[in-house]
């Protein structure tokens, strides 16, 4: 399912005129995307400072969503690598002395230059611990979001599988009384044709033949019989008919119905594919092709659904 949520914790500046505060106050934003996939697919990508709260991150999506391709994007905001805090002293006399004890073991090493200084005197000022605690908490905030987002997206397609489940019962409705218009037409046609072949071959019938009209028309209908049994999709069309009851009951009922869906889709295919192979008319052949076609549009949704 898709689904879109962010959620930030911007930083404020402090005037410009105030030197001890030039730099911002560090804020994060996150935000977190959703798009169909039939599993959970979790993607991150974190700036260096929040990478340790992956496995947080993880279990917290693992927790609230079961299907989904999902990708988690932060940002540290509100703080400029451009305008760097002024260094105090005691930060550059620390930089000094670890400068002076590496030269002392490694006398070539090139001496920091004043980018390096100010970078490394900026990293101090954050607070990892603080920092990955304000990103955990917005996350959630995004992620609650994010559910809300796709419950409204499982409103909406919640909605259009109960419409193809009502246009899968007007077709398997329009099948019921073709089977028995069938089996009457055929049972008349091999009357006919058994009548036919008997006046045809009477000239040709030796004297004292036993073949008579009412043989001809039990033979025609034991083929009628038979061929009533080859083309019966009442089975079909019952076991049909409760697949579609327990869709809509669990589309109504809602929770984690996604794997239970993605079965009864199978089934529900199996059964128009069998109404297919029975098919002996062009209007019971539609009749099945129309039902794959409808039951195709929800397979491909009901994938999406947790």
């Known amino acids: 399912m898709t689904g879109y949520a962010s959620a930030h914790s911007g930083g404020s500046a402090a005037p410009a005129s105030?030197?001890?505060?030039?730099?911002?106050?560090?804020?994060?934003?996150?935000?977190?995307?959703?798009?169909?996939?039939?599993?959970?697919?979790?993607?991150?990508?974190?700036?260096?400072?929040?990478?340790?709260?992956?496995?947080?991150?993880?279990?917290?999506?693992?927790?609230?969503?079961?299907?989904?391709?999902?990708?988690?994007?932060?940002?540290?905001?509100?703080?400029?690598?451009?305008v760097p805090r002024t260094p105090s002293a005691l930060d550059l006399q620390k930089l000094v002395g670890l400068q002076d004890n590496v030269r002392a073991w490694l006398p070539t090493?090139?001496?920091?230059?004043?980018?390096?200084?100010?970078?490394?005197?900026?990293r101090q000022q954050s607070n990892p611990?603080?920092?990955?605690?304000?990103?955990?908490?917005?996350?959630?905030?995004?992620?609650?979001?994010?559910?809300?987002?796709?419950?409204?997206?499982?409103?909406r397609l919640a909605a259009m599988l109960l419409d193809r489940?009502?246009?899968?019962?007007r077709l398997a409705k329009d099948a019921q009384p073709l089977i028995p218009q069938l089996v009457a037409q055929q049972r008349q046609r091999f009357i006919d044709r058994w009548n036919e072949a008997l006046g045809a071959g009477a000239s040709a019938t030796a004297p004292g033949s036993t073949i008579t009209s009412e043989m001809a028309q039990d033979r025609a209908l034991t083929e009628a019989t038979a061929f009533a049994i080859r083309i019966d999709v009442a089975e079909e069309l019952t076991r049909l008919d409760s697949h579609l009851t327990e869709i809509e009951r669990l589309l109504k009922k809602g929770a984690e119905i996604?794997?239970?869906?993605?079965?009864?889709?199978?089934?529900?295919?199996?059964?128009?594919?069998t109404l297919g192979s029975k098919s002996s008319n062009l209007e019971l052949t539609r009749i099945s092709v129309d039902m794959k076609v409808l039951i195709e549009q929800m397979r491909e949704q009901v994938q999406n659904i947790e």
Do not use: C, M, Y
């Open 258 to 273: 996604g794997k239970r869906l993605d079965f009864l889709i199978q089934e529900l295919h199996r059964e128009a594919n």
């Open 129 to 155: 611990g603080d920092l990955n605690e304000t990103f955990v908490t917005l996350a959630q905030t995004a992620l609650d979001g994010l559910v809300d987002a796709r419950e409204r997206e499982g409103k």
């Open 165 to 169: 489940l009502s246009q899968l019962r």
């Open 18 to 82: 105030a030197e001890s505060s030039r730099e911002s106050q560090a804020g994060v934003g996150v935000e977190i995307r959703s798009v169909n996939s039939r599993f959970l697919d979790l993607t991150f990508k974190l700036p260096d400072d929040l990478r340790a709260t992956e496995p947080a991150l993880r279990e917290l999506l693992g927790a609230r969503l079961k299907r989904g391709k999902v990708e988690v994007r932060a940002w540290i905001e509100g703080r400029s690598d451009t």
């Open 109 to 122: 090493a090139s001496p920091l230059s004043v980018a390096e200084v100010l970078q490394l005197t900026s």
